[in-house]
């Protein structure tokens, strides 16, 4: 049925002008909805960047909180007129984000983020309470209200590592190459300051003379490695030889072997996810142009692996591990980071999760033994966040190929992706040394002692 004429036709402009309340809070959900997707998007360089596996966690999970925000925005906005269909950053926005992730040093990096466009977001959402019409727009009243506590505590929760940043910052010493955290946080200010602020809401202030881009003059690009602070580190955990490395591959699947010592072996594996973290983290800045929804699920797959990186992180010095005799791997990150993003990915959902399946599922098997329900329930958890991680990458890779235009079919995709990472890893892996002499590290050996409380040498 066609639908009738209006009863009388409204001039122009009329129905803007009849909803220019709605519409002008839905140009500011908008923009918060866009801040928020790109720090997603930008926020994550800086977690292969810091060293520190609490940092990263912490990044992580205030990543996927922020997708949450946007995707709640969106779902709020798209109630209301004017929010737009699409979800696109505008480029003066997406500017500043691009500013920020310039610094090659990740603590300034960090600083930028947290003491400059985080605080702006809070102010953003706080103006947003203050103009709204708290009965009419209750619903969008109720997330922002949320936000704002998500906000504080974020600034709360990062509080330590801003001031670890800046003493890592001072100790550089070098003010003549390498911008000092003020002065970096004072040019992001001042290019923020010249939109009015996140919502614009704001006098814009000119930028000062000059004042240069740094982005326009530099393209970013990951770092050929990860940072892991002051921890060892070596290629691989994974080996045969129990005097070298502390994940001895037949050990795991041998009947022979103590129970006690596959669980010491299964948490230094789960928090050598620290790899997924930071290789995954890469894939977020690379695809601008990916819809929103994409992020979202890689986001939640990114605060996954920092989880179970964390059970092992947190079980290890339970058990008896000094986390400084446990070297972190570095090999994966040096060859994923080599390839394009499509091809990380699946690597990452295509081999090295949908692979793991059934070594872990003997792992759990031989655990339970044990009767340690922690174990039992950490391990759980992992194996139902990995399917989830294996659907996603069947949901996503072929539109990540897409992307990039790629032609080939996912099967044939994987295939030579798989070929391409063999080479890849004859170039650029193995190169990392052993930071501990044998003796000194973790490995095989020293695990059989821990778990079988064998006095060691
Ligand atoms: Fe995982
Ligand atoms: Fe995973």
Redesign the pocket.
């Known amino acids: 049925m066609a639908t009738p004429p209006p009863l009388s036709a409204a001039p122009s402009g009329g129905a803007t002008g009849r909803m220019a309340a709605v519409q002008e809070m839905a140009r500011l959900l908008r923009l918060l909805f866009e801040v928020e997707r790109e720090f997603v998007r930008t926020a994550t360089t800086l977690i292969y960047r810091v060293g520190e596996p609490e940092l990263k966690y912490l990044l992580c999970q205030h990543v996927w909180e922020a997708a949450g925000h946007a995707r709640f925005l969106r779902e709020r906005g798209r109630e209301l007129s004017g929010f737009g269909s699409d979800e696109d950053t505008r480029p003066a926005l997406r500017a500043v984000f691009e500013e920020a992730v310039r610094p090659d040093h990740g603590p300034t990096a960090l600083t930028g983020f947290y003491a400059v466009l985080k605080p702006a977001l809070l102010a953003g959402y706080r103006h947003y309470l203050h103009v709204t019409e708290p009965l009419a727009d209750w619903p969008s009243r109720k997330l922002v209200e949320e936000f704002v506590a998500d906000e504080e505590r974020h600034a709360r929760e990062m509080a330590p590592f801003l001031k670890a940043a800046a003493h890592e910052v001072a100790a550089l010493g070098e003010p003549g190459q390498s911008p000092t955290t003020a002065a970096w946080c004072d040019h992001l200010a001042a290019a923020l300051a010249a939109r009015g602020g996140w919502l614009g809401t704001n006098p814009p202030v000119p930028l000062p003379p000059g004042f240069r881009w740094e982005h326009e003059g530099r393209a970013y690009t990951h770092p050929p490695t990860c940072h892991r602070g002051r921890y060892p580190t070596c290629s691989s955990v994974f080996g045969h030889d129990p005097a070298e490395v502390p994940i001895v591959r037949p050990w795991l699947v041998d009947p022979q072997t103590d129970a006690r010592v596959i669980r010491l072996m299964v948490y230094v594996w789960?928090m050598m996810?620290m790899d997924?973290v930071d290789y995954l983290a890469t894939v977020f800045y690379d695809t601008p142009q990916a819809p929103f929804d994409l992020h979202f699920d890689l986001a939640r797959h990114l605060w996954?692996?920092s989880r179970?990186?964390a059970f092992g992180y947190r079980q290890l010095p339970k058990l008896g591990v000094d986390l400084m005799t446990l070297e972190h791997s570095l090999d994966l990150y040096h060859i994923l980071v080599q390839m394009t993003p499509p091809e990380r990915y699946a690597m990452m959902t295509m081999e090295f999760?949908a692979g793991s399946f059934p070594t872990k599922a003997h792992v759990m098997d031989r655990i339970r033994e044990l009767n340690d329900f922690e174990a039992d329930t950490l391990l759980a958890f992992?194996r139902n966040?990995?399917q989830n991680?294996v659907r996603y990458g069947h949901h996503w890779l072929p539109r990540m190929m897409a992307l990039f235009g790629e032609p080939r079919s996912v099967e044939e995709f994987v295939r030579a992706t798989q070929e391409r990472f063999r080479q890849l890893a004859a170039i650029h892996g193995g190169r990392t040394p052993h930071s501990l002499p044998p003796e000194v590290r973790l490995t095989g050996e020293k695990i059989r002692r821990l778990a079988l409380g064998a006095p060691g040498p």
């Open positions: 789960l996810e997924a996954d692996e179970h990186s999760e992992d966040d990995e991680h």
